[in-house]
């Protein structure tokens, strides 16, 4: 697409009428166009493929604690010092009891995340029996977060009902070993292709805020594209103490909604999800409901939004949106 010829707002109906960026484009705009009117662009591109829908996910920490890996930002790894809460898998009946009071809260999908690699042995096998027992009980459908697992595993997981697989790449590929060191980025990358060739929708986003560059984000949006993703959360980093990125100040509002809207112009038809840093938003990112951003998760997360299911259920209907 010849962007430079183009404003942000004719650039969005291009991508309205079919045509999508590539990183081979003049990608200036992005950044040069004043908020508002890249908003604006963004909103346009979103009521095409999304129209007034808004879709809510909920997670539950379905195990805390005690990760052997060294992601910088996380509270959950053992090589950090946070106190996070510590325990092994949940029961299945707690999990359920969650999940109904969520569904009947009015969200669309219910998730499992877990610390850790990987869920295996007897965790895993508590996981899928988990699953059978929420799929016999909700309508919602039902997300999983387990980390890097095989074919055979994720077989196992669309048998007892599961639908979707969350699995961030986090960032880019350039600034990924600057954030975590015992496993790659390829190895995220092969964890989503086979989850995908197993049947599932794959739901991967990143954090941002952690350090990388404008050009970092932009990388990351088209990593995405090119992996198919229909489901982008976007977490603006919400710095814990006790990990290396605890002095790391919060990013700005501006900065958050133009990420936003960056990737809604990069992934058209993608639900691109607000997720932890909400708070960093005015009115926790009513404006970026209007402007890129399709979906969130609400209610009790790992890094809190401030916001309830309730809350954002009012929010939605007060901009003439549903969920």
Not at 179 to 189: A, E, N
Request: with cysteine.
């Amino acid at each position: 697409m010849d962007t430079e010829k183009f404003t942000a707002l004719e650039i969005a109906e291009k991508i309205i009428d079919g045509e999508n960026l590539t990183p081979a484009d003049d990608l200036k705009f992005l950044l040069e166009t004043p908020l508002e009117e890249l908003q604006r662009g963004a909103g346009l591109i979103q009521k095409k493929f999304f129209g007034n829908h808004i879709d809510l996910c909920t997670i539950i920490n379905g195990k805390s604690g005690r990760c052997g890996e060294d992601c910088k930002y996380c509270a959950q790894s053992a090589k950090n010092h946070t106190g996070v809460d510590e325990y092994n898998f949940l029961p299945a009946k707690e999990i359920l009891a969650v999940a109904k009071m969520n569904e009947s809260a009015g969200v669309n999908r219910f998730s499992i995340v877990t610390s850790g690699r990987a869920l295996s042995g007897a965790d895993f096998d508590k996981a899928v029996e988990t699953y059978k027992l929420l799929r016999e009980n909700l309508k919602i459908d039902l997300c999983a977060s387990h980390g890097i697992l095989n074919a055979e595993q994720f077989k196992k997981l669309r048998e007892a009902g599961v639908t979707s697989y969350h699995h961030n790449i986090e960032t880019s590929r350039r600034f990924f070993p600057q954030i975590c060191t015992s496993h790659t980025y390829d190895d995220r990358i092969n964890t989503i292709k086979i989850a995908q060739a197993a049947g599932f929708n794959v739901c991967s986003g990143g954090i941002i805020g952690m350090g990388e560059n404008w050009q970092d984000r932009i990388d990351m949006a088209f990593e995405l594209f090119n992996l198919k993703i229909k489901s982008i959360p976007i977490n603006a980093l919400m710095a814990v103490k006790g990990t290396p990125l605890e002095n790391r100040p919060p990013l700005a509002a501006e900065e958050i909604l133009r990420t936003v809207a960056i990737f809604r112009y990069i992934n058209p038809a993608a639900n691109i999800r607000l997720a932890a840093g909400r708070k960093l938003l005015k009115d926790f990112g009513a404006s970026a409901f209007l402007s890129g951003a399709s979906a969130s998760i609400t209610g009790n997360m790992l890094t809190t939004s401030g916001t309830t299911i309730k809350s954002d259920i009012e929010i939605l209907k007060k901009l003439g949106l549903e969920n």
